[in-house]
């Protein structure tokens, strides 16, 4: 059974960075595409960002490109999610999730699987 956990999640101000961990275990992930979703209180969880087995195809909501970078470290078997340039409309709890279902539709988060626990990001204005 694939387990992932969250880490790095904070206070901060605006403007402030912060880097998210999503480490995984019970399974090596490396031929699955990754994603970080967000979900703030009283609203869906929502696409942030995913990266795609082979290390190099990224994709990213509109709201987060040029300020938020995914990648991951095989070895490792982590994804990591460097947020910058923080905006209070960041805050929520963030979530990684295996894409489970193969296709293109790397945003749909029915398609994934396995979360975890989540870490709670808060950007103060």
């Known amino acids: 059974q694939v387990q992932l956990v969250e880490s790095g999640g904070g206070l901060v101000q605006a403007g402030g960075s912060l880097r998210l961990s999503c480490a995984a275990s019970?399974?090596?992930?490396?031929?699955?595409?990754m994603g970080w979703f967000c979900q703030a209180p009283g609203k869906e969880r929502e696409f942030v960002a995913a990266?795609?087995?082979?290390?190099?195809?990224?994709y990213y909501a509109d709201s987060v490109k040029g300020r938020f970078t995914i990648s991951r470290d095989g070895a490792k078997n982590t994804v990591y999610l460097q947020m910058s340039s923080l905006k209070p409309e960041d805050t929520a709890v963030y979530y990684c999730?295996?894409?489970?279902?193969?296709?293109?539709?790397?945003?749909?988060?029915?398609?994934?699987?396995?979360w975890g626990q989540g870490t709670q990001v808060t950007v103060s204005s």
């Open positions: 990266i795609g087995w082979n290390e190099i195809s990224t």
């Open positions: 999730g295996v894409k489970v279902i193969g296709g293109t539709d790397y945003w749909d988060r029915s398609k994934y699987a396995f």
């Open positions: 019970g399974r090596t992930l490396s031929a699955y595409t």
